[in-house]
């Protein structure tokens, strides 16, 4: 009687955890894709920075399956600004592809056009907050930017390797792409996050960027943030934006 108790007791405890680990198990093919900024749903499950743009303007217009930055703007002077998911992100595939407008605006009139994909975002929701970014630009699309205070070690296309710590100065530190590979037209963009252990950018299928080992400013590891796509003085449009949540069993 005692062992049949023991057996039953067992099968008690370690069938909620045989069922826990296969939740943390989910192959990646099977993790579900989200849309991070769905239309309608400003101010709950996404917000903007600046708050103080001029009456009846918008950075970004968004639809069903995109969003459209500055397409509608009036006026030669725009200011930059962020479309920021309220929900912090830990490990994940993020996918889009993007298109450049023709209007630019000052104070990057005569610049490249220029926009990009920020993460692991700290602290306050701000025009440029503590973050890590893959750079979307001209001929520069799948550069890395670590941005006011985290360090992440930088896997060159030599495959050497570079601390870069943005809380000395400057705190805008940049790890060029290996190669670029835009196209006229439409591009797709993949940023691959996984924790504090590392991040992998692809552009149009080819692996340009690397960084492992993300630290806060205070040397912790950084497992986690927000994510934002940003509005620079270009006529951009995002679209076919989906991100897939990746469970991983520690």
């Known amino acids: 009687m005692r062992t049949t108790c023991l057996y039953f007791a067992t099968l008690f405890f370690v069938i909620p955890f045989l069922g826990m680990a296969q939740l943390q198990n989910i192959p990646e093919d099977d993790a579900p894709w989200v849309n991070p900024f769905p239309k309608g749903e400003m101010g709950k499950t996404y917000i903007t920075a600046p708050t103080d743009i001029?009456?009846?303007?918008?950075?970004?217009?968004?639809?069903?399956?995109?969003?459209?930055?500055?397409?509608?703007?009036k006026g030669q002077k725009a200011p930059f600004?962020?479309?920021?998911?309220?929900k912090k992100y830990s490990s994940y595939n993020l996918e889009l592809e993007y298109k450049w407008g023709e209007r630019k605006f000052e104070p990057r009139l005569e610049a490249k056009r220029d926009a990009g994909i920020i993460f692991h975002i700290k602290g306050e929701n701000v025009v440029w907050p503590t973050c890590l970014e893959c750079q979307i630009q001209e001929g520069d699309t799948g550069d890395l930017w670590v941005i006011k205070g985290h360090q992440v070690t930088w896997i060159n296309k030599v495959?050497?390797?570079?601390?870069?710590?943005?809380g000395i100065k400057p705190h805008f530190l940049e790890?060029?792409?290996?190669?670029?590979?835009?196209?006229?037209?439409?591009?797709?963009?993949?940023v691959e996050v996984r924790g504090a252990e590392g991040a992998k950018f692809y552009e149009n299928g080819h692996l340009v960027n690397e960084i492992k080992d993300l630290l806060d400013s205070d040397g912790n590891p950084l497992?986690?943030?927000?994510?934002?796509?940003?509005?620079?003085g270009s006529e951009i449009t995002y679209r076919n934006i989906r991100l897939q949540e990746i469970l991983i069993n520690n």
């Open 81 to 86: 600004g962020t479309i920021t998911a309220t």
């Open 159 to 166: 495959g050497s390797e570079k601390l870069i710590d943005s």
């Open 54 to 73: 001029p009456d009846g303007q918008k950075l970004f217009e968004v639809k069903k399956n995109s969003i459209e930055v500055l397409y509608d703007w």
């Open 223 to 232: 497992t986690k943030g927000n994510i934002a796509l940003q509005a620079e």
């Open 175 to 190: 790890g060029d792409k290996y190669a670029n590979y835009e196209l006229e037209g439409w591009n797709k963009i993949r």
